[in-house]
């Protein structure tokens, strides 16, 4: 399920089923010419992962909309998280995972109230290329065993 | 020079008139007719075969076969990528069913449950389709899987749309 109409309307009378929420986690820093590229790539990447999972999973994972932050700013953005996922587990959504590139939440992990899924990702690359296609494949059905292990 | 064969002012603004009502009236019409008759012209989207497999790889046991459709919607042109479980059945005959779990749209996987090896299964909330598609009673779907339209040319099995089986176990 998606932040779509179409989604949401099919989400609400089947509440019960769909208990999983991926919340795609995603810096970026516009005023930095070089890590400009690479926050692009990664976002790309992220939003074929996530999307990858979602089609795979639609009738028991919600794909919330993306969270973006500013680079390095992890410190402040834990508070601001915790109350995106309160929102969700008022639904009742019980499984809550933060979906991110990012290596540094992995410090934050314990103040974060649902479970970070860092994945190394790819520092460059061409998203159309079949090199990328597979290892997405190939990642995105590891990602999925692991929350699979958790329902 | 008669003056009969002169175009009077009369004559000239008539004329001048009719034609410039004419092209009015025509301007006005055309797109009606246009409407009226356009579920005719209309081309149909989506409707193409994709040759998706040679026959001699189908096997008794169902295979997931992948391609990607352009598929346009109002706002996006996209690559769609669609997949189908083929294989073929006890009487030699094909069937190509869709793996989307008629539940709520995960995708389906044969034999992945060890419990049920001949059944396909539904990771999200353990959904089960006999091989040919049935829905098994007592778990989350209520209608069958849907197959594929299909086509054998030259060797290679073409796939179109889905058609609902109907019914339900």
């Not at chain 1, 969270?67 to 969700?88: D, P, V």
């Not at chain 2, 189908?58 to 919607?73: G, H, K, S, Y």
Request: charged share 25%.
């Amino acid at each position: 399920m998606r932040w779509t109409k179409a989604d949401t309307t099919q989400y609400i009378p089947e509440k019960q089923y769909i208990d999983t929420v991926i919340i795609p986690l995603i810096p970026f820093d516009p005023g930095n010419d070089q890590q400009m590229v690479k926050q692009a790539f990664q976002r790309e990447l992220n939003q074929v992962f996530t999307n990858l999972i979602e089609k795979e999973y639609k009738g028991r994972i919600f794909l919330a909309p993306d969270y973006h932050y500013l680079e390095g700013s992890q410190a402040n953005e834990t508070e601001r998280i915790n109350r995106w996922i309160h929102k969700f587990k008022e639904q009742p959504f019980h499984h809550i995972f933060l979906f991110t590139f990012d290596s540094k939440w992995k410090k934050y992990e314990a103040e974060l109230e649902g479970h970070v899924l860092w994945v190394p990702g790819m520092g460059s690359g061409d998203i159309q290329s079949t090199e990328t296609q597979s290892f997405v494949k190939e990642q995105a059905h590891q990602i999925s065993e692991l929350i699979q292990a958790y329902w | 020079m008669s003056d009969k064969k002169r175009v009077s002012r009369r004559q000239f603004l008539n004329y001048t008139l009719t034609g410039v009502g004419g092209f009015m009236a025509a301007g006005m019409l055309a797109p009606m007719v246009r409407f009226a008759i356009d579920p005719v012209l209309k081309t149909k989207e989506g409707g193409d075969f994709v040759s998706v497999a040679s026959v001699d790889e189908l096997t008794n046991e169902p295979q997931r076969f992948e391609w990607t459709i352009d598929q346009v919607d109002a706002w996006y042109e996209s690559e769609v990528q669609k997949t189908a479980w083929v294989y073929r059945n006890e009487n030699d005959e094909i069937v190509a069913l869709s793996p989307i779990c008629t539940h709520l749209g995960c995708t389906v996987d044969w034999a992945s449950n060890e419990e049920y090896p001949n059944q396909f299964f539904c990771p999200c909330h353990a959904g089960r389709y006999t091989k040919d598609g049935t829905n098994v009673p007592g778990t989350p779907p209520t209608a069958p899987l849907p197959r594929f339209e299909f086509k054998v040319e030259e060797g290679m099995l073409y796939l179109g749309e889905t058609k609902d089986s109907g019914g339900g176990a």
